[in-house]
C-alpha cells in the first residue's frame, strides 16, 4: 500500500525555521519526482517546491524562492523541505505527493496521492 506521511510542522514565530518530512512506505520514494503543496484557510492548494527522480533537479515557487530548499534522502526513503525565514503568509497545511497520471501540475509533472498534511503556523 502507497502511503506517504507527512511531519515536523508546528508554530514557528516569523523568521523562525521549520523543516517537514515526507517519508515514504511501501515503495520507494527515488522511483518519483516529490513535490510538496500547501493549502491555507479559504485558498486554493497551490505548489511549493518540488525535486525529480532523473537528476534531483528541483523547483520552487516563486514565493519561497530563496528561503525554502527541498532534498531527499534515498536511504531512508524520504524527501525533506527545509523553510527558513518564515513569514505568516506560510501558515498552511502541508502535503507532499508524488508523480502520477493526472492530479495537481506544478513544476513539470502531476502529482497525486497525497499525504495527511502537517500544520504550519507561522504567528508571533
Known amino acids: 500500500q502507497v502511503q506517504l506521511v507527512e511531519s515536523g510542522g508546528g508554530l514557528v514565530q516569523p523568521g523562525g525555521s521549520l523543516r517537514l518530512s515526507c517519508a515514504a512506505s511501501g515503495f520507494t520514494l527515488d522511483d518519483y519526482a516529490i513535490g510538496w503543496f500547501r493549502q491555507a484557510p479559504g485558498k486554493e492548494r497551490e505548489g511549493v517546491s518540488c525535486i525529480s527522480s532523473e537528476d534531483g533537479s528541483t523547483y520552487y515557487a516563486e514565493p519561497v524562492k530563496g528561503r525554502f530548499t527541498i532534498s531527499r534522502d534515498n536511504a531512508k526513503n524520504t524527501v525533506y523541505l527545509q523553510m527558513n525565514s518564515l513569514k505568516p503568509e506560510d501558515t498552511a497545511i502541508y502535503y507532499c505527493?508524488?508523480?502520477?497520471?493526472?492530479?495537481?501540475?506544478?513544476?513539470?509533472?502531476?502529482?497525486?496521492?497525497w499525504g495527511q498534511g502537517t500544520q504550519v503556523t507561522v504567528s508571533s
Open positions: 505527493a508524488i508523480d502520477g497520471e493526472g492530479g495537481s501540475w506544478f513544476g513539470g509533472y502531476y502529482f497525486n496521492s
